[in-house]
T-cell receptor, first 111, second 114 residues
Framework: RKEVEQDPGPFNVPEGATVAFNCTYSNSASQSFFWYRQDCRKEPKLLMSVYSSGNEDGRFTAQLNRASQYISLLIRDSKLSDSATYLCVVNIPGGYNKLIFGAGTRLAVHP | EAGVTQFPSHSVIEKGQTVTLRCDPISGHDNLYWYRRVMGKEIKFLLHFVKESKQDESGMPNNRFLAERTGGTYSTLKVQPAELEDSGVYFC????????????FGSGTQLSVL
C-alpha cells in the first residue's frame, strides 16, 4: 500500500465548476499535511497547508480528517489557470521536511 | 529575490558515466533538500542538509550517489557511475530555518541515462 494515495484523474471540468480531490495517508502518526501544485514540467509549489480545523484560502478549502486519515482539497469557481497536477503531501513523524508525496491528481479546466 | 536554482536543467549521459547536479538554495536558507521523481513514480526524498551537515540521508538509493554542501551554501549531487534507473527529475528545495515547513523547490534537473 502506498503511503499517500490519490486518484490520478484526470478531472476534466468546465470553468466555474467546483471540484474536490481526496487523499488518504497510511501513517497515523503523521503531523503535517500539505497540498502542492505542479504545472507541467515545473517544480512543485506549496498551495496550502492543511490544518485539523480546516482552512480556506480564497477559492481553495482544505480539510483534514485524522480519524479516517483523509485529506481533501476543494476548488470553487474553477479557472483555466487552475489546470495543473495537485499533490497531496505528508510530513512523516520524526522526519524534518522528509515529505511523502502522493502521485498527484491531474485537473484540466476547459472553457 | 532569486529562487532555488538548479544546473543543468537537462543532462543526457550514457550508462556508466558520471554526472554532477548543482543546486543553489535561496540565500540565507540553512536547510537544503534533494528529492527526485523517476518515471511514473512519486517524488521521493533523498536527503537533507542543515548548513553543511547531512541531517538525514536515508533516502539516498545507494552508494553511487554522493551529495555535498561544502561551506553550507550550494550543494552538488554526483551520480557515479550512472545507471539506467537513475533517469528522472532531480529537485532541490530549501527552507529558511528549523521548524520552517515551507519548502521552495527549484525547477529540477531532468537526467536521462541512455
Amino acid at each position: 500500500r502506498k503511503e499517500v494515495e490519490q486518484d490520478p484523474g484526470p478531472f476534466n471540468v468546465p470553468e466555474g465548476a467546483t471540484v474536490a480531490f481526496n487523499c488518504t495517508y497510511s501513517n497515523s502518526a503523521s503531523q503535517s499535511f500539505f497540498w502542492y501544485r505542479q504545472d507541467c514540467r515545473k517544480e512543485p509549489k506549496l498551495l496550502m497547508s492543511v490544518y485539523s480545523s480546516g482552512n480556506e484560502d480564497g477559492r481553495f478549502t482544505a480539510q483534514l480528517n485524522r480519524a479516517s486519515q483523509y485529506i481533501s482539497l476543494l476548488i470553487r469557481d474553477s479557472k483555466l489557470s487552475d489546470s495543473a497536477t495537485y499533490l497531496c503531501v505528508v510530513n512523516i513523524p520524526g522526519g524534518y521536511n522528509k515529505l511523502i508525496f502522493g502521485a498527484g491528481t491531474r485537473l484540466a479546466v476547459h472553457p | 529575490e532569486a529562487g532555488v536554482t538548479q544546473f543543468p536543467s537537462h543532462s543526457v549521459i550514457e550508462k556508466g558515466q558520471t554526472v554532477t547536479l548543482r543546486c543553489d538554495p535561496i540565500s540565507g536558507h540553512d536547510n537544503l533538500y534533494w528529492y527526485r521523481r523517476v518515471m511514473g513514480k512519486e517524488i521521493k526524498f533523498l536527503l537533507h542538509f542543515v548548513k553543511e551537515s547531512k541531517q538525514d540521508e536515508s533516502g539516498m538509493p545507494n552508494n553511487r550517489f554522493l551529495a555535498e554542501r561544502t561551506g553550507g551554501t550550494y550543494s552538488t549531487l554526483k551520480v557515479q557511475p550512472a545507471e539506467l534507473e537513475d533517469s528522472g527529475v532531480y529537485f532541490c528545495a530549501s527552507s529558511q530555518s528549523w521548524g520552517d515547513e515551507k519548502l521552495f523547490f527549484g525547477s529540477g534537473t531532468q537526467l536521462s541515462v541512455l
